[in-house]
């Protein structure tokens, strides 16, 4: 079992930062790879990053190239989301999973990779 919790949501105005983490209790060893995903109103939930915990692999959706970043911290069972430049359309529910399969690591961005999930945390990102 993996327990996760996210936290470092918020309401940010279009330009600004929020750095997301999510803290990872329980069998985190056997976690191949560690994912963000995030669902906004009346749309599917979406992959936005993974990484290892090792950092040694990092996948990004092309949405979010260049303004997010991921980043793991094995000692700490955290990884983070450091999102800078922010759009309205990244407001959503950004959730973390964990993949426990190798297969994750060839599949990043397909949920179905992903075993177990926090609760979420909201991001609000007005105009």
């Known amino acids: 079992q993996v327990q996760l919790a996210e936290s470092g949501g918020g309401l940010v105005q279009a330009g600004g930062s929020l750095r997301l983490s999510c803290a990872a209790s329980?069998?985190?060893?056997?976690?191949?790879?560690m994912g963000w995903f995030r669902q906004a109103p009346g749309k599917e939930r979406e992959f936005v990053a993974a990484?290892?915990?090792?950092?040694?692999?990092?996948y990004y959706a092309d949405s979010v190239k260049g303004r997010f970043t991921i980043s793991s911290d094995y000692s700490k069972n955290t990884m983070y989301l450091q999102m800078n430049s922010l759009k309205p359309e990244d407001t959503a529910v950004y959730s973390c999973?964990?993949?426990?399969?190798?297969?994750?690591?060839?599949?990043?961005?397909?949920?179905?990779?992903?075993?177990?999930w926090g609760r979420g945390t909201q991001v609000t990102v007005s105009s």
């Open positions: 999973a964990a993949g426990l399969s190798a297969s994750v690591l060839r599949l990043w961005q397909v949920q179905e990779q992903y075993e177990y």
């Open positions: 329980g069998r985190t060893f056997r976690t191949y790879a």
């Open positions: 990484i290892t915990w090792s950092g040694g692999r990092i």
